[in-house]
């Protein structure tokens, strides 16, 4: 995985000046990379647990870091700042906010500590923190902003606010709370 995810990394960031005698040209790795069926499955279904690594867990953790680290810049390439386009590709992980705003509806921080909650909550911290160094312009943060502050007017139900109140419960333990 570590090898895999360390080519598709150098190939997604990469660009190269070649040059001819006739013409100099540079080629965005990237930009091939979209071509790729299976690259662009990937970005469809970057949520599937069909990827061994994305399952609920602590030991591949920063393989996913680096993997959505990864999705991010592509779909960067390809969406540039589509506002649509990122939040569809976002709603896997609201998906998961959706799970864990409802644990905590029901019965709070004594709710959102429940174990079954701790793998979903570190991998969505993860992917989230994989996103957001991908972002490399001010029009990317600012989708990425905007998700993650879905709701200025009203904190309380804002998905950053969210994220505050599970590492209020799981504060103590250092795998949830370093993602």
Known sequence: VKKSLSLMQELAMGVTLSQTSRSSQMIVW??????????????????????GFLAPGDCYGKYRTRYYHILGKLMQ????????SFQAF??????????????????????????????????????????????????QYQLFFDWLVDCP??????????LSLAMEAWGDDPAVAVP
């Open 30 to 51: 990237g930009k091939l990379l979209l071509r790729n069926e299976l690259v662009r499955h990937m970005l469809q279904n970057h949520a599937s647990t069909a990827s």
């Open 77 to 84: 390439l390809e969406m540039a700042e589509d506002a649509p």
């Open 90 to 139: 976002m709603r896997p992980l609201e998906m998961t906010v959706v799970g864990l705003r409802q644990a905590y509806q029901q019965g709070g921080l004594a709710f959102l500590r429940q174990d079954g909650l701790r793998g979903p909550l570190i991998g969505l911290c993860r992917d989230l923190r994989g996103l957001c160094m991908s972002c490399t312009s001010s029009g």
């Open 153 to 162: 007017r009203n904190p309380g139900a804002c998905r950053l606010t969210l």
